[in-house]
């Protein structure tokens, strides 16, 4: 009888990591969370809630299986220290991206996007930033801080030009941040017609993806850290995912999802979301 062990990974995330173009990495910080903390615990409840899925998408005719990539787990970063957790993210994504690897980070809350996005624009001079989200985060400060999960967007500004930002499924914001996104252009409905409008914009650029579960409706997605309603449906947000799939997508991110257990019913969307944007962008095979 052969035995066989199980380690806490991502759905067949089990390729070797010198061989593995793709590689998935849990980026566990919540220290600026405003209303409900807890997204620190989200990347081990999506590579558990990954396991009730099936490997292959009916939706696309992919499976994962067409996809060698491998999960290095869990950063450990200080607890209450958010500069040092910060750091040691972008540390780690620019290590990644030296050895020509495509980073996927779970949160987490959306601040681990800064760093992120920070390494990333050094490897990619032109990138285009998506961020899918309920939220704007284009304030300057919150709280008296300006590193937080409320300002990641208006801190990404500051080295990405604003005609680099696209944003969708904003439905909430301080009156200031709608008016700056109004003087930018940056914000976008998830209608078709914008759709297609984003997808000119990008014309040939690298694009880092941004998907804050917020984004989905609380009827779809209840357990996130500041919960929206009027939000998306899951098949809306797939639909907008697949707009991007001719293009180079060069990271993503998918934050703030907040573990409830024991029903885990949004730790099974967040994974069926992350599964199928990893189908769309790095599987070989065509639907």
């Known amino acids: 009888m052969e035995t066989r062990f199980n380690s806490l990974h991502f759905l067949n995330a089990q390729a070797e990591y010198t061989a593995a173009s793709l590689v998935l990495l849990g980026c566990p910080f919540d220290g600026t969370s405003s209303y409900q903390p807890g997204s620190r615990f989200a990347p081990n409840a999506i590579r558990e809630a990954s396991w009730a899925l099936e490997s292959y998408s009916p939706k696309l005719n992919r499976d994962l299986s067409e996809i060698n990539f491998c999960d290095l787990g869990d950063l450990e970063l200080p607890f209450g220290n958010t500069?040092?957790?910060?750091a040691l993210i972008e540390q780690t994504i620019d290590h990644l991206l030296n050895e020509h690897k495509v980073p996927i980070t779970l949160g987490g809350e959306h601040l681990i996007s800064l760093p992120i996005i920070k390494a990333v624009k050094k490897y990619y001079p032109e990138l285009m930033v998506?961020?899918?989200?309920?939220?704007?985060?284009?304030?300057?400060?919150?709280?008296?801080?300006?590193l937080s999960h409320g300002t990641v967007m208006r801190r990404v500004l500051e080295f990405v030009e604003g005609s680099h930002l696209i944003q969708i499924g904003i439905r909430s914001g301080t009156r200031e941040e709608f008016l700056l996104a109004r003087k930018i252009g940056c914000q976008y409905k998830a209608w078709p017609s914008d759709l297609e409008i984003i997808k000119q914009k990008i014309n040939g650029h690298p694009i880092y993806l941004s998907l804050d579960?917020?984004?989905?409706?609380?009827?779809?997605?209840?357990?996130?850290g500041t919960p929206?309603?009027?939000?998306?449906?899951?098949?809306?947000v797939?639909?907008?995912?697949?707009?991007?799939?001719a293009a180079e997508v060069v990271g993503m991110d998918v934050v703030e999802l907040l573990p409830q257990p024991p029903?885990?019913?949004s730790s099974i969307v967040a994974?069926?979301?992350?599964?199928?944007a990893l189908l769309l962008y790095f599987s070989s095979s065509s639907p």
Do not use: N
Not at 215 to 222: K, R, T, W
Not at 228 to 236: A, I, N, R, S, V
């Open 228 to 236: 929206e309603p009027g939000g998306l449906t899951f098949d809306q």
């Open 130 to 146: 998506i961020h899918l989200d309920a939220h704007a985060d284009l304030r300057d400060e919150y709280l008296g801080e300006q």
């Open 213 to 224: 579960l917020d984004i989905l409706d609380p009827a779809v997605l209840p357990d996130t």
């Open 83 to 86: 500069q040092r957790a910060l």
């Open 238 to 245: 797939i639909e907008i995912l697949s707009t991007f799939q």
């Open 263 to 265: 029903h885990q019913v």
């Open 271 to 276: 994974a069926k979301i992350i599964r199928e």
